[in-house]
């Protein structure tokens, strides 16, 4: 079955710092791939996306590339702010219409 | 507009009790999903419905869990004989399927479930 694996936290990073988080996942076909986020105290909400290979996804200075070569599609920022503390999830959807997710990862940046 | 809302947020409830979630999905959003997420974990997919019907119900852990969505809008998740294994954040999503393929799935804040 499909399955997402991301790199298990938590990352703790200084303002300004270079961030990646690895994921990569296991389906069949050619699945959509998410990244989510989790603010504190908030619900989980779509960050970027990408539906087909080498498709960048990007969005608040974040982004991912589908790498299916690869089957990754790992998260970067340039330069990370205070505000970005959260849980990052990754996640695909496969044939149906289902999102398998990672489990997830806490990042905490710190001024 | 409005997001996907879930009452309660909390609900404690003790072993063996019977309990109902609630969610009410943004307005004209056709598919409507229910996922939990235990503590540590990422959301795992319960059920989706498309319109009234359950279009994959693979997910649900056994027949202590069911859910329906009578009038195409507002779900309930219904969990019966609950036990400790069951306390979860449970996640509810709804998407517009007619949205051309924008199909983006929009989560609600949760109900944080406690089964004493």
């Known amino acids: 079955g499909d399955s997402v694996t991301q790199m298990e936290g938590p990352v703790t990073l200084s303002e300004e710092a270079f961030l990646t988080i690895n994921c990569t996942y296991t389906a069949t076909g050619y699945p959509s791939l998410f990244w989510y986020v989790q603010y504190p105290g908030e619900g989980l909400q779509l960050l970027l996306k990408?539906?087909?290979?080498?498709d960048k996804g990007s969005n608040k200075g974040f982004e991912a590339t589908y790498r299916k070569e690869t089957t990754s599609f790992h998260l970067e920022k340039g330069s990370v702010q205070v505000s970005d503390s959260a849980v990052y999830f990754c996640?695909?959807?496969?044939?149906?219409?289902?999102?398998?997710f990672g489990k997830g990862t806490l990042l905490t940046v710190n001024p | 507009g409005a997001g996907v809302s879930q009452t309660p947020s909390n609900k404690v409830t003790e072993k063996g009790k019977y309990v109902e979630l609630r969610c009410d999905p943004i307005s004209g959003h056709t598919a409507l999903y229910w996922y939990r997420q235990s503590l540590g974990q990422g959301p795992e997919f319960l059920i989706y419905f498309q319109g009234t019907g359950a279009a994959d119900d693979s997910g649900l852990p056994n027949d202590r869990f069911f859910a329906v969505r009578p009038e195409g809008s507002v779900s309930t998740l219904k969990i019966q004989r609950t036990e400790r294994g069951d306390s979860a954040v449970y996640l509810c999503a709804s998407s517009d399927l007619s949205a051309g393929g924008l199909d983006e799935q929009f989560f609600g804040p949760g109900t944080r479930l406690t089964v004493l």
């Open positions: 990408a539906t087909k290979a080498d």
């Open positions: 996640a695909l959807r496969g044939s149906n219409y289902k999102l398998t």
